[in-house]
């Protein structure tokens, strides 16, 4: 059973920051990628930023020079440092993996449960 946990969303003043966690537990192989997404009220849910375990990110250009991914592969969490917030950054972010739990198993893809964070001006 595999899981994704997140955690650090809550309020901060515009110009602040703020660091996301989610932790995958389970039995993991290994861990392909792991991303963030965000969905704001009224509208689709957006990347914001993914990254592939071999260190390749790739980041949406409303967040790239302010949010920076990271991972801990011995602790299969990765984090979202989130500095220079905006009120348009105001939304519930997703945590995604794409996990492999037997070395000759297919890829699959999990979501977090979303930590919401609110920016205010």
């Known amino acids: 059973q595999v899981q994704l946990v997140e955690s650090g969303g809550g309020l901060v003043q515009a110009g602040g920051s703020l660091r996301l966690s989610c932790a995958a537990s389970?039995?993991?192989?290994?861990?392909?990628?792991m991303g963030w997404y965000r969905q704001a009220p009224g509208k689709q849910r957006e990347l914001v930023v993914v990254?592939?375990?071999?260190?390749?990110?790739n980041y949406a250009d409303s967040v790239k020079g302010r949010f920076t991914i990271s991972i801990d592969n011995a602790k299969n969490t990765t984090y979202l440092e989130m500095n220079s917030l905006k009120p348009e950054d105001t939304a519930v972010y997703y945590c995604?993996?794409?996990?492999?739990?037997?070395?000759?198993?297919?890829?699959?893809?999990?979501w977090g449960q979303g930590t919401q964070v609110t920016v205010s001006s």
């Open positions: 990254i592939i375990n071999g260190g390749s990110t």
């Open positions: 389970g039995s993991i192989f290994s861990i392909n990628a």
């Open positions: 995604n993996a794409a996990l492999r739990l037997g070395r000759w198993g297919p890829q699959r893809n999990y």
